[in-house]
């Protein structure tokens, strides 16, 4: 069985890194390249980094831009914002990304999907879905950052993104996005049901507990999250032990460890008495330090 992912979901909006409240506000964080360098140094599995402005101001991915960034990331990276064409696709994956990740084009133009599969691999397309819960408790799938209904539900919708060739789904939720209530985990679960491919959970962790509940109630193959990750050094490392501590397969390669440590409820290291941080576990080649 194929062990479980922590995705980093970086958000780009106008050339800056930005925390997202339910698609509406954007709190700036900074440029890109620091907030990536610093989830490839704690030892996250995958980023997706989603230009969410290219599609409204129809503008093409920054080739140049990518380029520089990928030089600092030495994880899976998956692109996605301002995708139209399989020559976008061309460009990104010769910048160094593994996928591409597309929403509104897939939408108007579902044939793309199988344009790129035939021409990279159906590894290599990632279906974005942003779904909201409508007032009669249905959900709906959204495009153009989640201000245009289509009519579909997530479930068809990842269903016909499969049949058309897409090897990943994105999975997003509007309503949960920056709530810190955790991921939809009824429609997750609903969506994996109706597909064989991986589904990435997105929208809503306030909580470490939210990465296990996703993929234990979900089903999710991967959880993903950008908010949380902010600011906290150590976020990703904490996210993934309590992964561990869950029973979840999930790989740790940070020279970091918590093991066998207790939280709180707001998923930070209870201290022991008398101990500094510099007393957690560092483990580097044969060596030990404590």
């Not at 992912?5 to 709190?27: E, H, M, N, P």
């Not at 964080?29 to 030892?43: A, L, M, Q, R, Y």
């Amino acid at each position: 069985m194929l062990k479980k992912r922590l995705v980093a979901t970086l958000l780009i909006r106008d050339g800056l890194i930005v925390q997202s409240i339910g698609f509406k506000r954007f709190l700036p964080i900074g440029h890109p390249k620091f907030p990536i360098e610093f989830v490839v140094k704690w030892d996250v599995d995958e980023i997706v980094l989603l230009d969410i402005s290219a599609t409204k101001n129809k503008r093409k991915p920054d080739i140049d831009f990518l380029k520089f960034l990928s030089k600092s990331c030495f994880v899976p990276l998956t692109i996605g914002g301002g995708v139209t064409s399989v020559d976008d696709v061309r460009d990104i994956v010769r910048a160094g990304a593994d996928k591409v990740a597309i929403n509104s084009i897939a939408l108007t133009r579902p044939k793309i999907i199988t344009e790129i599969a035939n021409k990279f691999g159906t590894q290599c397309v990632v279906v974005s879905i942003d779904f909201k819960r409508e007032n009669d408790s249905t959900y709906q799938v959204y495009s153009h950052s989640g201000t245009k209904p289509t009519g579909l539900t997530p479930e068809q919708w990842a269903y016909r993104s499969e049949s058309l060739g897409a090897g990943e789904i994105f999975l997003n939720s509007i309503d949960r996005d920056g709530s810190k209530l955790g991921y939809d985990n009824e429609l997750i679960s609903k969506v994996s049901d109706s597909i064989s491919i991986p589904i990435v959970a997105c929208g809503g962790v306030g909580d470490y507990s939210h990465f296990s509940e996703g993929i234990k109630e979900g089903k999710a193959s991967a959880v993903a999250a950008g908010n949380i990750f902010h600011y906290i050094e150590h976020s990703t490392i904490l996210a993934k032990m309590h992964l561990l501590q869950s029973g979840i397969d999930i790989r740790l390669d940070s020279d970091a460890t918590y093991k066998d440590r207790e939280f709180d409820k707001n998923g930070r290291l209870i201290m022991m008495s008398g101990e500094k941080l510099a007393n957690i576990e560092f483990k580097r080649g044969k060596e030990s330090f404590i």
